[in-house]
């Protein structure tokens, strides 16, 4: 069953705390990407990867980071500099800069 | 940046009629793609119109893109309540470097009524 998968679906954060969003996908893709969609808008680019070992920030990196070790995998770390981190986070992949394929989203929400 | 914005912001029809979005961008574009979100889940892919093509159909969807205008619209024909859902359009820019942005707007939500 290929795809992209995300975890864990609903995410809760105490202020002050880092934590890690999961994005792994086996459609062979080489490039992921990581985006934020607060209520009523628009998907906001957080972070791009075209290959391992390398990512470029979005335009809404401050407060977040990458790492891009494995083809499969593209985790997000929200850290605690994210100053309203609440929002719906998706991860998607695609092998250039044509359709991207996306995760079901993380609800993130900060306690 | 919102390179794509969407008209109208929301949208309600009854099943069987028409539904027609618009979409405004402000930069050069290689490609436009319009997307599908039901609430609370990812996009969806629908299709993708190339900088150099008018029109593009796919099953009840048309696309249309006018570079002079710098604007496309999708038209759902004959809508469903199934296709009660938020349209996003999303732009892939010519930029000097390698790396292209696709930049989403901010979406028409779509209610269809049965």
């Known amino acids: 069953d290929g795809g992209i998968t995300q975890s864990p679906k609903y995410l809760f954060r105490k202020e002050g705390q880092n934590v890690t969003l999961s994005c792994e996908q086996n459609?062979?893709?080489?490039?992921m990407y990581w985006y934020r969609q607060d209520p009523g808008q628009g998907l906001r680019l957080i972070y791009y990867?075209?290959?391992?070992?390398?990512?470029q920030k979005g335009d809404i990196a401050e407060g977040y980071s990458v790492s891009r070790e494995k083809k499969e995998s593209f985790p997000l770390t929200v850290t605690s500099a994210q100053k309203n981190p609440t929002a719906f986070y998706l991860c998607?992949?695609?092998?250039?800069?044509?359709?991207?394929?996306f995760g079901p989203g993380t609800r993130l929400t900060v306690l | 940046s919102q390179q794509g914005e969407e008209d109208p912001q929301a949208l309600s029809i009854q099943e069987g009629e028409n539904a027609t979005m618009n979409c405004s961008y402000k930069?050069?574009?290689?490609?436009l793609q319009w997307y599908r979100q039901n609430s609370g889940r990812g996009l969806v892919h629908l299709i993708l119109?190339?900088?150099?093509?008018r029109e593009k159909h796919s099953g009840r969807l048309r696309v249309t893109l006018d570079t002079s205008k710098k604007s496309s619209s999708l038209l759902i024909t004959a809508s469903r309540a199934a296709d009660t859902a938020s349209y996003f359009c999303?732009?892939?820019?010519?930029?000097?470097?390698?790396?292209?942005?696709?930049?989403f707007g901010s979406g028409t939500q779509l209610t269809v009524l049965p």
């Open positions: 998607a992949s695609s092998t250039s800069w044509r359709e991207q394929f």
């Open positions: 459609l062979n893709h080489d490039a």
């Open positions: 990867s075209q290959i391992v070992n390398d990512f």
């Open positions: 930069t050069s574009i290689n490609n």
């Open positions: 119109i190339r900088s150099n093509e």
């Open positions: 999303a732009t892939v820019q010519i930029s000097s470097g390698s790396a292209r942005q696709l930049t």
